[in-house]
């Protein structure tokens, strides 16, 4: 390979589209913008959107509902799951181990549904007043 033979590959870069260069060439006179009207203006443009002054479609239809951006990283863990969990000491990463929460889960909360026998020590987790209650008194604690 020399440096003086490298060329783009074949239909990667297209001819620039010459306009007013005459009848022949389809594309004179008006260049393809056709006759008059803002469109066949320099300079002339109007607003994504805009539908010449009849209310445009977006402001037409209602406003519907929320979409939380905290949805995506935040869950919940029932009491009753935390059984299912193998160390006594129990963080985001031994949840994740325990396919409880996803990979992308940021802050968990443990709630209260059913019952732990076991002690287990919760660190860096969110409780309800509920489930903090249930963990010590099976003898466990909640940091």
């Known amino acids: 390979m020399r440096l003086n033979t490298i060329k783009p590959s074949k239909g990667s870069n297209t001819a620039r589209t010459r306009v007013g260069r005459g009848i022949g060439s389809g594309l004179g006179k008006t260049c393809g913008r056709g006759h008059k009207g803002q469109h066949a ?16 479609l977006q402001r037409r239809l209602p406003k519907v509902g929320f979409r939380s951006l905290k949805k995506a990283d935040t869950e919940q863990v029932f ?28 802050k968990v909360k443990v709630v209260l549904n059913g019952t732990i026998d076991r002690a287990v020590k919760l660190s860096g987790l969110l409780t309800t007043a509920g489930a903090k209650a249930a963990i010590e008194a099976a003898g466990g604690s909640v940091e």
Do not use: W
């Not at 203006?41 to 445009?56: A, D, I, N």
């Open 41 to 56: 203006r320099s300079g002339g443009y109007h607003k994504v959107g805009f539908e010449g002054g009849q209310m445009p």
């Open 79 to 106: 009491l009753y799951q935390l059984a299912s969990v193998k160390s006594d000491t129990i963080d985001l990463a031994a949840l994740r181990e325990a396919r409880l929460v996803g990979r992308q889960v940021k």
